[in-house]
């Protein structure tokens, strides 16, 4: 859904990584369960979301 988000939209920038292979980004931001979003480096959103919370979430993010 967030890829969606980004396609749709030239100033949000998605990616995917597994936590399984990139385990030092893992740590980083502290992922302990997927689905686990990072937005802006800072703000984390875990578990499954409606596209309503996501977009939601995505805006209170971008200010």
Do not use: C, W
């Not at 936590?19 to 992922?31: G, I, P």
């Not at 919370?53 to 805006?59: E, G, R, V, Y």
């Amino acid at each position: 859904m967030v890829h969606k988000f980004a396609f749709e939209n030239p100033h949000l920038k998605a990616e995917a990584v597994s936590a399984v292979v990139m385990t030092d980004l893992a740590q980083q931001y502290k992922v302990m369960s997927t689905p686990h979003l990072v937005l802006n480096g800072t703000r984390a959103v875990k578990g499954r979301l409606s596209e309503e919370t996501l977009l939601a979430a995505i805006l209170v993010e971008a200010g």
